[in-house]
């Protein structure tokens, strides 16, 4: 199931680079990266509260929400600047570098946060082969940019 899973997690990946290019196109209609950031987010929220009436969810209880550590609502404005920040490098380094140099660095990221047990994760500690891995990604930036 696992391998499974991370196929179907592949296939979204493949999204983000189809998602970063409409919205660069988008932009172009719109004249500056801030609007199509803002009306991919105001898309994503229709689109979410579809979904929410589809699978029968209920509104959010806002006795719990605001139970919720005041960080842990820092995932929309982290997700408001890399959506906003793909549709502004796009064009000025393309497609190809902007996911690679984005995946390295959720990959340092990720490695750190698995390393520590950060946010109440299982502790996942870094490896030679996650380094590697990393290094050979860093590596594939460097390559695609010169060619």
């Known amino acids: 199931m696992k391998y499974i899973y991370t196929l179907i997690v592949l296939i979204i990946g493949c999204f983000l680079a189809i998602q970063g290019s409409i919205n660069t196109q988008l932009t172009s ?3 500056h990266p801030l609007q199509g950031a803002l009306v991919n987010f ?5 689109t979410l509260v579809g979904l929410n009436i589809i699978f029968k969810t209920h509104i959010p209880d806002w006795a719990h929400v605001k139970t919720a550590p005041i960080y ?7 997700g408001a600047i890399f959506v906003s ?3 502004f490098f796009i064009p000025k380094i393309g497609v190809t570098t902007v996911l690679a ?3 390295a660095g959720q ?3 990720a490695s750190i946060i698995d390393h520590y047990g950060f946010f109440g994760f299982t502790v996942h500690t870094i490896s ?4 590697i891995g990393i290094l050979l990604l860093l590596a594939g930036i460097f390559m695609i940019q010169k060619y």
């Not at 105001?42 to 229709?46: A, E, M, N, R």
């Not at 842990?72 to 982290?78: A, N, R, S, T, V």
């Open 107 to 109: 990959l340092i990221a």
């Open 101 to 103: 140099a984005s995946i």
């Open 128 to 131: 030679a082969g996650k380094v």
């Open 85 to 87: 920040s793909v549709i």
């Open 42 to 46: 105001l898309v994503g929220t229709i």
């Open 72 to 78: 842990l609502f820092l995932g929309g404005c982290l």
């Open 29 to 31: 209609y719109l004249k």
